[in-house]
Every structure is written in C-alpha cells, then in structure tokens.
C-alpha cells in the first residue's frame, strides 16, 4: 500500500546566514523573521515605530532591530549604512515593507509616499 502523504522536508538551516527582513514589526514580514531566525539566521529587522519594532524583534528572535521610515530615501540610506556598519555582510535581504495609500501624500522629500516606499525605497 502506498500513502499519498509527501513526507514534509526538514527545514533548511540559515545557520550563520545574516538577513535583513523590512517591514517586519507585522503580518508577513513578522512571520519571514520569526520563521529565518527559527531556522538559525541572524536576523536584523527595519521598523518605522520604536515600540513596535523593539516588540517584534523580541517576538522573533531578531538579534538586532533599526530604526527607519523607508519611504524617505535619506533614511533608508541611513539604515542600509547602519547595518552595513554593525554586520558589514548580508546574505539574505527581504523586502516587505511597503504600502498602498488610498489619498496621495508625499514623503517630507516631497515625493509620492507610496511610489517612494514601495518602488525607489528598493532600490537605494
């Protein structure tokens, strides 16, 4: 008799692996930290709210937390240089952050909030 159930995999080790999870004092990008840190990586994470971000490293099991609006470019360069500075590698870079606002607002750098964080934020 055969079993249709596939055997689940064991998880793949991250041990040692260094990874930057944005967006993740919440949802999915809270689960990606949690999940990376279980499997041994060295997760740092990216969130605007202090209090929230302390939080949610802890809820992880992130080693390091920053702290950053990333929809204002000048900040993210400041956090991408921060993490540079206290790790110097980075193995695994996840980019979750991001947001659809229903009204346009601009950034205090006088862009489109949305267009900054979702799409120029990535690629600074």
């Given at each position: 008799m055969t079993s249709d159930r596939t055997p689940t995999p064991a998880?793949?080790?991250l041990h040692d692996q260094h990874v930057l999870v944005t967006g993740a004092t919440g949802g999915i990008?809270?689960?990606t930290a949690r999940e990376l840190a279980a499997r041994g990586a060295h997760v740092t994470i990216v969130g605007r709210d202090?209090?929230?971000t302390r939080?949610?490293?802890q809820q992880t099991g992130a080693r390091d937390h920053i702290l950053a609006d990333l929809s204002e470019l000048a900040q993210t360069r400041r956090a991408a240089?921060?993490?540079a500075d206290r790790h110097g590698r980075l193995d695994v870079?996840?980019?979750n952050a991001g947001?659809?606002?229903a009204r346009r607002a601009e950034t205090r750098e006088g862009i489109e909030q949305t267009w900054a964080l979702?799409?120029?934020s990535p690629s600074c």
């Open positions: 998880p793949h080790s990008g809270l689960i202090p209090e929230r939080r949610a490293a240089q921060e993490y870079l996840v980019n947001a659809f606002n979702n799409h120029l």
